[in-house]
């Protein structure tokens, strides 16, 4: 069996889990992909539908579900339709938070930014073709989408996807972007391999990232990279706002330096 976690806009390969590792716990594995079965539906799934998004049987995929609910990981949604996530999930993101070093030292950061730009706020950290929304600052315009921490955008089409490409080096841009599901999420994605690369091409030569309704209609974001010691990019602090209300060139020389700032602040550590 392959334990591949499945994640939006993102798989990790399972060439990356070592079954025959002597250390390597199945049982464990079969948990997770379980959990990990929710990552991609809207609704609550039944037992059938987890145990074939889990890539196991169904006695199998029964056991697994049985043992999460005994531990509060698994639960009937309030309507009994089926299985949703159970609530100590929360626990263990709450413990990541905390226990994160870079989001830890971020929040004064952010919240100043917050202040300073009164448009939406986010910090991503990277996961392999993917960024991962670690916090998020929201602006007048609230949207359910635009307020999940653990939210996830493909890095290929995103301005904090080009702000980290932007450090990386030739070779690994066209390995993500081989690797990438590039597929529109909108009109205006940008999904052809040398748009992306003109994309990141400008990234560098700005020291920012844009991407304009890309994943969002109506949206225009830039983005700043958070680089290691080393630097290797960690993730990105973004800045998106409305084109409504917005220029997109008044919107990056207002908000590109205070993006940059904010992210070099996070980068000296």
């Not at 299985?83 to 004064?108: E, K, M, Q, W």
């Not at 448009?119 to 991503?124: A, G, H, I, K, M």
């Not at 040398?194 to 400008?202: D, L, M, S, T």
Request: some cysteine; charged content about 25%.
């Amino acid at each position: 069996m392959s334990y591949v976690q499945r994640a939006e806009y993102g798989v990790r390969p399972a060439s990356h889990v070592d079954e025959d590792d002597p250390l390597f716990v199945q049982a464990v594995a079969r948990a997770m992909q379980v959990l990990s079965a929710f990552h991609d539906t809207g609704r609550p799934l039944s037992l059938n539908e987890i145990a074939t998004a889990s890539g196991m049987g169904r006695s199998a995929a029964q056991r697994v579900v049985h043992t999460l609910r005994q531990l509060g990981y698994v639960e009937r949604d309030a309507d009994d339709r089926g299985f949703v996530p159970g609530i100590r999930i929360l626990d263990h993101t709450r413990d990541y938070l905390r226990l994160n070093p870079l989001v830890a030292r971020a929040s004064p950061v952010l919240l100043e930014l917050r202040r300073n730009v009164r448009e939406r706020v986010d910090l991503s950290l990277r996961d392999g073709l993917r960024l991962v929304y670690a916090a998020r600052l929201q602006s007048k315009r609230e949207t359910f989408f635009a307020t999940l921490v653990g939210q996830s955008v493909p890095i290929y089409c995103t301005s904090g996807g080009r702000a980290v490409m932007a450090h990386l080096s030739d070779a690994e841009v066209d390995e993500i972007i081989e690797r990438s599901e590039r597929r529109e999420i909108t009109p205006k994605t940008i999904t052809d391999p040398e748009g992306i690369r003109a994309k990141v091409r400008e990234a560098r030569q700005n020291g920012y990232a844009l991407a304009m309704e890309e994943v969002l209609q109506g949206e225009v974001a830039l983005a700043a990279a958070i680089l290691a010691p080393d630097g290797t990019p960690l993730g990105a602090i973004h800045i998106a706002g409305s084109l409504s209300e917005w220029e997109p060139e008044g919107f990056c020389r207002r908000f590109a330096p205070l993006a940059s700032e904010a992210a070099g602040a996070l980068s000296r550590f």
